[in-house]
């Protein structure tokens, strides 16, 4: 990352952080953080039932169901629904960054146009993002003007207001043909067969009014019920943003429809008349319970001090910081975890102790490094130190 970028970074992280405080310290906050964390306990433990059960209120909504036990999957379930499309709506989602999905749309010929404020701007830098739900805090307003007139070829004046209202203007007249919105989801119950997704810009909302809604979302996204996951998705917004509540909470749990005619059902009113919902595994079920837990906060992150100085060359794709690098290793296996900086870890637990689920992430790191060394992949430095030790009994030279 560029020098100037990390000082944007490190300048947000510390708003973030100085927001955060007086939320996480609120006794309301408290209690339901340990809720939380006995509900993302429990539902890791019984993800089999849950994902059994998923199915049954799924069919019983009308939703059509599938699982994918990888990302090459994933990709061809939601291909064969959209290949007559020649544009698809996405929002932020790191389980669709983890597929490469708008890559291997736009390789097909598809265009993808990312509807968050943030994603698009990512999309338009052609960067990777920075944070799970703030992916473009690297960059300050005089580049990101810069790159709207580049690409867009629209004059904007480097303030906050004229930049959204020009990215705003630009992604919803792309979206006028639309008929297809790809969303991932941040909770899903399973005994109601709900699927719950946070967000404050109202994108999924529109999306969710297009002809055909896909949701695609990691196997342990499943809690049992939807009270459950929108106590999930309360605490991911406490954490992520410093809000109490996000401005939406989008809860979809069937197509469209109506009875307002004599209580004759009719599908197809103004929302979605299908409503796709994928489940991804791809490597979830070899990964420990512990790594399971996350609810993609990005509190690990901010307080991470090797991550304040190497921003997202410590992570892959969405997965970023000591857990992203971590959980890489079951999703892409032990070189991708090697490359996205498993040993950069200083392995000092700053993330557990501010993360909301008190997840682990130094023990998993150490566990992973133990299957990344084993695989092959090994550091210089460490092999040197080996070697010194075999041949004169001590590390040094
Ligand atoms: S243990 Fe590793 S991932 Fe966690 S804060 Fe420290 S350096 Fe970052
Ligand atoms: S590991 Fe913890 S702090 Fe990091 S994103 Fe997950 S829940 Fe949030």
């Known amino acids: 990352m560029r020098e100037n970028q990390l000082k944007n970074l490190n300048e947000s992280f510390r708003i973030l952080a ?13 209690e339901l953080k340990e809720t939380v964390k006995s509900i993302r306990e429990n539902s890791i433990k019984n993800l089999e039932r849950l994902l059994e059960k998923v199915g049954e209120s799924f069919e019983d909504n009308d939703i059509e169901f599938y699982i994918a036990k990888n990302a090459k999957k994933a990709n061809k379930i939601i291909y064969d629904i959209v290949k007559d499309e020649r544009i698809i709506a996405k929002s932020k989602s790191n389980t669709l960054s ?12 598809l265009k993808v146009i990312e509807t968050d404020l943030g994603d698009r701007i990512i999309q338009l830098t052609d960067d990777r993002p920075i944070h ?36 705003k203007a630009d992604v919803l007249n792309k979206l006028e043909n639309v008929k297809v919105g790809v969303t991932g989801a941040n909770a899903v119950a399973a005994d109601d067969g709900s699927i719950v997704m946070v967000h404050n810009e109202g994108n999924i909302g529109l999306i969710s009014l297009k002809d055909t809604h896909i949701i695609v979302f990691g196997i342990e996204k499943l809690v049992s019920t939807l009270e459950e996951a929108i106590s999930v998705a309360k605490l991911e917004t ?8 996000p401005s939406y909470i989008s809860v979809v749990s069937g197509p469209s429809k109506t009875a307002d005619i004599q209580k004759i059902l009719l599908k197809n009113m103004y929302g979605a008349h299908r409503v796709v919902a994928i489940a991804l595994d791809n490597g979830r079920s070899k990964a420990p319970p512990e790594c399971l837990w996350c609810i993609g906060c990005g509190t690990c992150i901010t307080s991470c001090p090797v991550y304040n100085i190497v921003g997202y060359d410590f992570g892959y794709k969405g997965y970023l910081g000591g857990r992203g690098v971590a959980f890489t290793n079951f999703i892409e296996g032990e070189k991708a975890s090697f490359d996205a900086g498993i040993y950069m870890c200083t392995l000092c637990s700053r993330c557990t102790t501010t993360c909301p ?20 992949y090994k550091l210089d430095p460490h092999e040197n130190i080996r070697k010194n030790i075999k041949e004169t009994g001590t590390p040094f030279r």
């Open 18 to 30: 100085e927001r955060r405080v007086e939320i996480t310290e609120d006794p309301r906050i408290k």
């Open 98 to 109: 983890e597929i490469n999905m708008a890559k291997f749309l736009e390789k097909k010929g």
């Open 132 to 167: 799970p739900t703030a992916p473009a805090l690297h960059f300050n307003m005089q580049e990101i003007a810069d790159v709207i007139t580049e690409k867009l070829k629209v004059k904007v004046k480097a303030n906050p207001k004229d930049i959204m209202e020009t990215i």
């Open 238 to 245: 406490a954490y992520a943003t410093g809000s109490r509540v």
């Open 357 to 376: 689920l008190e997840i682990p992430i130094a023990d998993i790191i150490e566990k992973v490094r133990c299957q990344v060394q084993t695989a092959g």
